[in-house]
C-alpha cells in the first residue's frame, strides 16, 4: 500500500528554519516525481516545489531561494527545508506522490509562523 | 503561470441532485487537468486525472469532462458524503496551479 507521512511541523519564530520530513512506503521515492503542496488556514491549496526523478527541482515564486526540496534515497523520505519562514508561510504541507499531477497525499504537518 | 479560475465557489444542493462545476484554464492545457475533492481536516483526495478518467476506487457517479481551456467535473446525483470541496490542478506546466475551490454545501 502507497503511504506518505510528514513529519516536522511546529511552531516557529519569523525569520526561522523548520525542515519537513515525507516518510514514504509501498513505493520508491527517487522513481517518481514529488510535490509539496501547501494550504494556509481556511485558504485554497498552493502548490510549493517538485523534484523530479531525474533529481530536477522546481519551486513557486513565493518560495524561491528560501524553500529547497531534497530526498535521501535510503531512507525513502522527501525534505523540504524552509529558510526565513514569514508569517504567510503559515500552512498545512502536504506531500504528494506525483503521476499525472499529484496522486497520493500524505496527511499533512502544520507549520505556524508566528512570535 | 497558467491560471485557473474555477465556479462556482459556492453552491447548495439537494441529495440527488445533479452537481456541476467548472475550470477555466487561462491558455491551453490540452487535457492535463485534475479534480480534487477535500473535507474538512482532511488532505485533498484526487477523483480525476486526465481530465476525464476515474481514479481507481472513485465512485462512477463523478465524471470529468473537457480539453483545452473548458473542463468540467459532474456529479450525477449527489450523496451525503460528497459534500465537501472540490478544486481543479493543471499539471500541464510548472507552476502547477489550483483553481480556487467550490464549497458544495447541503440544501
Known amino acids: 500500500e502507497v503511504q506518505l507521512v510528514e513529519s516536522g511541523g511546529g511552531l516557529i519564530q519569523p525569520g526561522g528554519s523548520l525542515r519537513l520530513s515525507c516518510a514514504a512506503s509501498g513505493f520508491t521515492v527517487s522513481s517518481n516525481y514529488m510535490s509539496w503542496v501547501r494550504q494556509a488556514p481556511g485558504k485554497g491549496l498552493e502548490w510549493v516545489s517538485v523534484?523530479?526523478?531525474?533529481?530536477?527541482?522546481y519551486y513557486a515564486d513565493s518560495v524561491k531561494g528560501r524553500f529547497t526540496i531534497s530526498r535521501d534515497n535510503s531512507q525513502n523520505t522527501l525534505y523540504l527545508q524552509m529558510n526565513s519562514l514569514r508569517a504567510e508561510d503559515t500552512a498545512i504541507y502536504y506531500c504528494a506522490r506525483d503521476s499525472k499531477g499529484p496522486a497520493t497525499w500524505g496527511q499533512g504537518t502544520l507549520v505556524t509562523v508566528s512570535s | 503561470d497558467i491560471q485557473m479560475t474555477q465556479s462556482p465557489s459556492s453552491l447548495s444542493a439537494s441529495v440527488g441532485d445533479r452537481v456541476t462545476v467548472t475550470c477555466r484554464a487561462s491558455?491551453?492545457?490540452?487535457?492535463?487537468l485534475g479534480w480534487y475533492q477535500q473535507k474538512p481536516g482532511k488532505a485533498p483526495k484526487r477523483l480525476i486525472y486526465a481530465a476525464s478518467s476515474l481514479q481507481s476506487g472513485v465512485p462512477s457517479r463523478f465524471s470529468g469532462s473537457g480539453s483545452g481551456t473548458e473542463f468540467t467535473l459532474t456529479i450525477s446525483s449527489l450523496q451525503p458524503e460528497d459534500f465537501a470541496t472540490y478544486y481543479c490542478?493543471?499539471?500541464?506546466?510548472?507552476?502547477?496551479?489550483f483553481g480556487g475551490g467550490t464549497k458544495v454545501e447541503i440544501k
Open positions: 523534484i523530479y526523478s531525474s533529481g530536477g527541482t
Open positions: 490542478l493543471q499539471h500541464n506546466s510548472y507552476p502547477l496551479t
Open positions: 491558455q491551453g492545457i490540452t487535457n492535463d
